[in-house]
């Protein structure tokens, strides 16, 4: 019998009812049979559609030239000349621009507020667990749709908000001072690479030292060189770097760089609203970290600040790693929430892209697709990132 | 007093400054000026607070317009709306608006139906946030509530009009998708939970992996796009299943994988020793399962539960984007009309404390019954 080859330690299998393992064969067989013959039902009713509709399957539409206009890119597009692959890519790259800066704020602002949480002051405790509370029970497309509304009720450029020198607040965006781009800026970036992988090299080295003497080295050499490097190239180039500044022309801005009210309506809701659930993860993880620790922080001297980021918040950090990770995933989902407001993520374009060609399986299945590779890849990066952090026992 | 003295005035103030502090003084120091730093920080929350609360005040209460006058054809004239912009609220969108909001698309006349749907929703929740609830009558009733709630919907008996599900809308939408989402998803996600920790069938355990973790890896927006666009390619020609029914499979499908991974955490904190002991009883898999092993799981994640279904609960808000008329649609739609244009910040803050209202108090129940069930372990 073939089980038997394949396992000759194994008890043989019986052919009769009461033996669990060949139960388990036919319950498997079974089941795998009836999804299968779902499947095929599935597949054969679609394709049969699909020809009655007249629409090809298949992903050559990605070559087709793609009309639709595209507010943000980070990528040279036309409109009607670049390909839907190219408009898809757009989106691709939006979803990422909106997830990673998402991610860093909200990170940032939720430990703050976790922290406030547990401080001694009670009125900020009060307020950051108000926040917190107040938040996290709104759903977010609705907090989305009041900040959207909130850009929108901002004045017209003629009359834009003028907080800072070069700084624009109106219905179009924000629109911010850039650096001016110029030939000699090329080498400045890489000088600045060089000087930050000195420093990198220099942070490390001064670390094993203090592991292995118990005396540190200075750090303002990595400082320097940060600074200094750059400078200098652009010094020896003659090329200071000059400010592109914003500035009004007929109905609206030129020039400077541009937060889109779209993006920043979507970047505020998601930090925001994500913010209140990082803010309780971080203060579980404070609250996990014995107050033992604390007291013997205390004991050495440190102050409460001090007692915070040397000791408790390490140790926090393990207990911390694997929620904050589903965190990430949930903001990084929700930006699909773009296509409320008409940001242009990777959901909008594709969504877009279905109406106009109707390839609605290919488009969806993109969609898909694309969420989850970033969800893998999030995940594999904070696994690697846990285990590196993770106590190290005997 | 010297500096040096302060630390010890912070600790025991009643001894340091020879007259006794009341009680309210101490607390003031010891919990808002405790150091300069946090006087400093108390005192600017303080200031904000009092004058953004204050602005907020004028603007919802003292300057906000209630009410607007109609003209000969019976349309409201929001010209008194637009003069108080910015200045104050315009709640008379409200009192205009609310039956839409609410109710939707459904006829005016019929309203009363949703309003009891709404009603007997609230009333089964809250029955079964009581502990001394929890028998099987329950089960019972929920079944006949949900079919009396169906019935009064549809109508079409005892001389209620018939209204046919694409007129529905508003509140009793939401509650109907978030209800009969999570009552389709549990059996799912118990049978997923239970198949991903099968060891003796790993095709059956491959298969409840890929659906728990395709499903969690996407968004919910790409799940209800497919519902609305790939689901009617799927079906032979001539069925259609309409367009309410096909967001709701999508829910199940979605709230399955997530509340398998609750079921699954549940699974894993139950003691070997359990269902070894009902094996040594001769109990067959289903009579373990379902005696021994699912009560005691299910018992230990219950407040999880009640988390992930309070992040369902916000999530039908999605089913916006593929124009099903739940509550933030009909919210939108309301501020959609010329008069109204402008006004949603009143809107958004009606939408935002009905679903505060629902959200907050499953939240509490779910910390009620973490103490509740925290009971046994604590000293």
């Keep these: 019998m073939s089980a038997s080859l394949a396992a000759p330690p194994r008890r043989r299998l019986r052919l009769s009812w009461s033996d669990a393992r060949l139960r388990g064969l036919v319950w498997q067989v079974l089941i795998l049979g009836a999804v299968a013959l779902l499947i095929w039902y599935l597949a054969r009713t679609t394709a049969h559609n699909l020809a009655t509709r007249h629409i090809a399957t298949g992903f050559a539409f990605l070559d087709h030239a793609a009309p639709i206009p595209i507010g943000e890119t980070l990528i040279d597009y036309t409109p009607s000349v670049s390909s839907y692959g190219r408009a898809l890519l757009i989106g691709v790259l939006n979803t990422l621009k909106i997830s990673i800066v ?135 180039l003659g090329a200071v770097p000059g400010l592109d500044r914003p500035a009004l022309h007929g109905f609206n801005f030129q020039g400077g760089l541009l937060i889109s009210p779209e993006y920043a309506a979507l970047l505020i809701g998601l930090v925001v609203y994500a913010a209140s659930y990082i803010a309780e993860i971080v203060r579980s993880g404070i609250l996990s970290v014995s107050t033992g620790q604390w007291e013997a922080a205390q004991a050495l001297g440190l102050r409460r600040g001090a007692v915070l980021r040397l000791v408790v918040l390490p140790q926090a950090l393990r207990v911390v790693v694997p929620p904050m990770t589903s965190q990430y995933l949930n903001l990084v989902k929700n930006s699909s929430l773009a296509v409320a407001i008409g940001y242009q993520d990777i959901v909008s374009i594709a969504n877009t892209t279905l109406n106009q060609t109707g390839q609605a399986i290919e488009g969806i299945a993109l969609i898909m697709a694309v969420y989850l590779t970033i969800s893998l890849s999030i995940s594999l990066f904070m696994n690697w990132y846990n285990v590196r952090i993770a106590l190290v026992e005997r | 007093m010297s500096a040096s003295h302060s630390s010890s005035v912070e600790r025991a103030p009643t001894l340091a400054l020879g007259a006794p502090l009341s009680r309210a003084a101490f607390w003031l120091r010891s919990r808002l000026f405790a150091t300069p730093v946090s006087a400093v920080v108390s005192l600017a929350l303080l200031y904000l607070l009092l004058r953004w609360g204050w602005d907020f005040f004028g603007w919802a209460v003292l300057h906000a317009i209630w009410q607007v006058p109609h003209d000969a054809a019976g349309l409201p004239q929001t010209g008194v709306c637009r003069a108080a912009e910015g200045v104050g609220a315009c709640w008379a969108v409200v009192a205009e608006k609310y039956r839409f909001i609410l109710f939707g698309f459904y006829p005016y006349a019929q309203q009363w139906r949703p309003a009891i749907c709404v009603l007997l929703f609230i009333g089964l929740y809250a029955a079964s946030a009581q502990q001394r609830f929890w028998r099987r009558e329950l089960a019972l009733i929920w079944a006949v509530a949900l079919v009396l709630i169906g019935a009064l919907m549809w109508g079409g008996f005892a001389g209620l009009p018939l209204v046919a599900d694409d ?213």
């Design chain 1, 102 to 236: 998402g991610c860093l704020l909200a990170t940032v602002l939720g430990t703050l507020i976790g922290i406030g949480r547990l401080a001694p002051n009670w009125l900020l405790a009060r307020l950051c667990g108000a926040y917190v509370e107040g938040l996290r029970d709104i759903p977010l497309l609705l907090q989305l749709l009041f900040w959207y509304g909130l850009m929108q009720t901002l004045p017209a450029p003629r009359r834009a908000l003028h907080p800072l020198a070069g700084v624009f607040l109106s219905n179009r965006g924000l629109r911010v001072p850039a650096l001016a781009w110029r030939p000699g800026d090329g080498w400045v970036l890489a000088a600045f690479g060089i000087a930050l992988l000195g420093a990198f090299l220099w942070a490390r080295h001064a670390a094993r030292r203090r592991d292995a003497t118990g005396r540190g080295l200075p750090l303002w050499p990595a400082a320097l060189l940060v600074l200094g490097l750059p400078a200098m190239v652009a010094i020896a």
């Design chain 2, 167 to 379: 007129q529905w809308g508003g509140l009793p939408i939401t509650l109907i998708l978030a209800t009969f989402g999570l009552a389709g998803a549990f059996p799912l996600a118990v049978l997923a939970a239970l198949g991903r920790r099968s060891r003796g069938m790993p095709a059956v355990r491959m298969l409840c992996v890929c659906y728990i973790e395709l499903i969690r890896g996407v968004p919910l927006i790409s799940l209800l796009f497919m519902a609305s666009v790939m689901f009617p390619l799927f079906l032979p020609a001539g069925v259609d299943i309409d367009k309410l029914l096909r967001a709701q499979i999508a829910f199940v499908l979605f709230a399955g994988a997530y509340l398998a991974e609750v079921v699954r955490a549940g699974l894993q904190a139950l003691p070997k020793g359990q269902s070894e002991a009902a094996d040594a009883l001769g109990l067959g898999y289903w009579q373990k399962t379902m005696l021994i092993v699912l009560p005691q799981a299910l018992r230990q994640v219950i407040p999880m539960l009640v988390n992930t279904f309070i992040g369902f609960f916000k999530d039908t808000s999605l089913v916006l984007i593929i124009g099903i008329f739940d509550l933030t649609t009909t919210g939108r739609t309301a501020i959609d009309e010329p008069a109204w244009q402008g006004f949603g910040n009143e809107i958004y803050l009606l939408l935002a404390a009905i679903y505060f209202t629902f959200c907050f108090a499953m939240s509490r129940t779910s910390a009620r019954l973490e103490h509740l069930f925290s009971r046994g372990q604590r000293r």
